[in-house]
């Protein structure tokens, strides 16, 4: 098919290239000329496992090109996907981009004599698509829906897996507003994806999307309350208490004797809190919508809470083992929310720095991938220094916070022989590493959910 999506941020990006790859003909369309200019030389401007490859290919075989004409993408394409952000702002979602875009598809769609379907990928609370979008675009196009086509189509990737996520879905989600849209819509993935789809009202779609996201961050704050009881009680330790709960015959099963978990369980782990550009918001957003229609919803207002206290609770045990935190040299492992990935929106460790800075430490960051963002984000923060080269053996610290669980911090670390925290505390915020490991080690070993 001949698919135009308007937005070339992290899901749109994804999505374009994956779709390409598949064999769809894509126009991606983006205001900003440097993202254009990326994508149409075959760059990623951001980093996802696999997205550069697959980008370049597509661009390369002809089936991806990036554009900021919209007028062009919605005229030369039979379906138009919207995956454009909606941030929180503090009471609800911000729809503005919605809004812009409805607008100017709603205008194209009035000269263009051609069925077009507009799809809605971004995450939107139930009721916007069939009532704002759908209005928008009415009122601009003079058409009535039916007879352009109107989908709900949310994506479920997870970032630092979101290249296979898209290329092998668990289970593809499509909103129609009717039979013709989704028959229309349906082509993009009939025959080329291997996966259950769900065909649900335009309503249900936005609903599983948030309920999706916050199901999973309401197990990730489960597990930090869990964590925090157990540092109360002394003698134990929060992943040995999981991993009990994980053995659990509805959460696993056994094939030919070995035991299989559900990747659920991947979410049922204690560490530094969830950040990112998805479950922070999502949340948020879920409950302030819940609020707005008279339901006051405890258990997604508890997750919040909990998560928003994770990265203060890591401060307060570097208090306990350090004693004032003046002066002290404490070295930052991971600023991206993530690894594999070089985001750090809601970041837990840009938050970690932000407050130590107001402790007067003295912190040393590093991350893979993700220091050129966190220039940009920690400018203006004084006492933070960007390592380079953080196996240089010259450093010392006082302290060290692993907070982004990247596979050669694990190997470093796990090691127990890494000269610059020699009798230093070393705080494991992602509960990823050996703990054994570091007996007799000279460095004091601590971490979430151990006591």
Known sequence: MRISIIGAGYVGLVSGVCLAAKGHEVISVDSREEIIESINNGKAAIYEPYLSEYLEDAVQMGRLTATADLEKAVNNSEVSIVSVGTPYEGNGIDLSCIERVSIDIGRLLRKKDAYHVV?????????????????????????????????????????????????HPDRIVIGAYDDKSYEQ??????????????????????????????????????????????ETVGDLDVEEVLHGVSLDKRLCMRVDGKLIKAGIINYLKAGRGFGGSCFPKDVKALSAFSVQRGYMPRLLKATIDINDEQVGRIVYKLEEKLGVLEGRRILILGLAFKQNSDDIRESPGIKLVKLLVEKSATVSVTDPMAMNNSRKELDGYENVCFLEDYKDISNSFDAAVLMTPWQEYLEILNGSDYEPLKNAVLYDGCRALQKNMFTGSGIKYIGVGLS
């Open 119 to 167: 799809c809605i990928k971004s995450t939107v609370i139930p009721g916007t698509t069939d009532t704002y979008v759908k209005k928008l675009l009415e009122e601009e196009s003079g058409k009535k829906a039916g007879e352009f086509g109107l989908i709900m189509n949310p994506e479920f990737l997870r970032e630092g897996e979101a290249v296979m996520d898209f290329m």
């Open 185 to 230: 819509f349906l082509r993009i993935y009939e025959g080329y994806f291997d996966s259950p789809i769900l065909r649900v009202s335009l309503r249900t779609a936005e609903m599983i999307k948030y309920t999706s996201n916050s199901f999973l961050a309401m197990l990730i704050s489960f597990s930090n309350e869990i964590a925090a009881i157990s």
